[in-house]
C-alpha cells in the first residue's frame, strides 16, 4: 500500500469513526433484535475475509514435508480445533465465551506488535476487548446471557469492567509511544477502535473495529506477505473459505435451533467467530512449533 493511499484509509476511518459517534449521540442506536442480527451478519460478510489465507500463509512457509504435516493434515487439523470449540458451546457455553474473550486480547494484541512491545500490544488488545463495558455494562451483560442462555454468563461484563480501566491506561500509553515511534497511522487506528468500541453500543461498536480496523489490517499485512496484488490474485483464496464460514454460521443456526430468527442470528454469528478463531491461532503455532523443533536435515 503506498504512503497515498495508506493517508486516505486513515482518514476514511477517522472520518467514519467521528460520523458513527456524532450520529449516535443525535439519534441513538437502538438496540433491537433485528438491528443485532443485522449488523452480526455483515460483520461475517465483512470480517472472516482475512482469516482465508491461513493455509497460503503455511504453504509458503515450506513443503509439506518441511512443515511436518501433510496439507490434508493441516486441513483436519483446522476442522478439528473449529469442532472442538463447537462442543465447547454446547457443553459449557459460558467457558466457551471467557475463552473467545481472551483468545480475542491474544488476536487483537497482534495487530499492535509494532507498538513498542507485547505489554504495550496486550494492554491495547484488551482495552478494546473489555471498553464495551465502561459505559455499557448492562447491554454487554444481556448480551452475554442471550448468546450463551445462561444468566450466569453476566458476571463476564462485571469482569470486564474490571479490567478495562486499567487496560485502558496502559492502551494510551501505547498510543503515545506509537505516536512517538512515527508510527502515527497505527496510533490513529488504535484510537478509532477503543473511541468506537467505548462509545457506541456493543454491537455495532464491535463491528466497526472488526471490519474496519482489525480486518483490513490483517488483510493487508497478509497479501503483502503473499505477494497478492488484486481481486484476480487473492479472490480465489478469498472467496471460497469465506463463504465455508458463512456455510459454518448457517449450520451453527440450524444446530442451535433458536426460535427468534434475530437472536439466532446474532449468535451463530458470535460462536462463527469464535469457532474459526481457535484454529486460525493455534494452528499455525502447532505446526510452525513442530518445524522449529524438527528443522529439515541439511542436504
Same mark, same amino acid.
Given at each position: ?78 476442522? %478439528? &480445533? $473449529?469442532?472442538?470449540?463447537? =462442543?465447547?458451546?454446547?457443553?459449557? *457455553?459460558?467457558? @466457551? /465465551?471467557?475463552?473467545? !474473550? ?88 488504535? %484510537? &478509532? $477502535?477503543?473511541?468506537?468500541? =467505548?462509545?457506541?453500543?456493543?454491537? *455495532?461498536?464491535? @463491528? /466497526?473495529?472488526?471490519? !474496519? ?87
Amino acid at each position: 500500500m503506498t504512503a497515498l493511499s495508506r493517508n486516505a484509509a486513515t482518514a476514511g476511518l477517522v472520518f467514519v469513526t467521528l460520523s458513527a459517534i456524532g450520529l449516535n449521540a443525535a439519534v441513538p442506536i437502538t438496540s433491537s433484535p433485528g438491528l443485532i442480527a443485522t449488523i452480526s451478519a455483515l460483520l461475517l460478510i465483512f470480517g472472516l475475509p482475512h482469516g482465508s489465507f491461513d493455509l497460503a500463509l503455511l504453504r509458503r512457509s515450506g513443503p509439506s514435508s518441511r512443515l511436518g504435516y501433510s496439507r490434508l493434515a493441516i486441513v483436519l487439523l483446522y476442522i %478439528g &480445533c $473449529a469442532a472442538l470449540m463447537y =462442543l465447547v458451546w454446547r457443553l459449557g *457455553p459460558v467457558l @466457551a /465465551l471467557a475463552s473467545f !474473550l481472551i483468545l480475542a486480547m491474544a488476536h487483537f494484541a497482534e495487530d499492535w506488535h509494532d507498538c513498542g512491545s507485547g505489554f504495550l500490544a496486550t494492554g491495547i488488545a484488551a482495552a478494546i476487548v473489555t471498553a464495551p463495558a465502561l459505559l455499557h455494562r448492562d447491554a454487554v451483560a444481556d448480551l452475554f446471557v442471550l448468546l450463551t442462555g445462561e444468566s450466569s454468563a453476566a458476571f463476564l461484563a462485571d469482569f470486564m469492567l474490571l479490567v478495562a480501566p486499567t487496560a485502558g491506561a496502559v492502551a494510551l500509553v501505547g498510543l503515545v509511544v506509537a505516536w512517538q515511534a512515527g508510527r502515527q497511522t497505527l496510533a490513529i487506528s488504535a %484510537g &478509532c $477502535a477503543l473511541a468506537v468500541t =467505548l462509545m457506541l453500543p456493543p454491537v *455495532p461498536g464491535f @463491528a /466497526l473495529f472488526f471490519c !474496519l480496523v482489525h480486518s483490513p489490517m490483517q488483510f493487508r499485512h497478509h497479501t503483502d506477505s503473499l505477494g497478492l496484488r488484486g481481486f484476480r490474485q487473492w479472490g480465489p483464496v478469498v472467496v471460497p473459505l469465506s463463504l465455508g464460514g458463512l456455510g459454518v454460521a448457517v449450520a451453527i443456526l440450524v444446530l442451535n435451533g433458536n426460535s427468534a430468527l434475530a437472536t439466532g442470528i446474532f449468535a451463530s454469528s458470535f460462536m462463527t467467530l469464535s469457532i474459526l478463531t481457535v484454529p486460525h491461532m493455534l494452528v499455525p503455532m502447532v505446526v510452525r512449533g513442530r518445524t522449529d523443533a524438527h528443522p529439515p536435515t541439511p542436504a
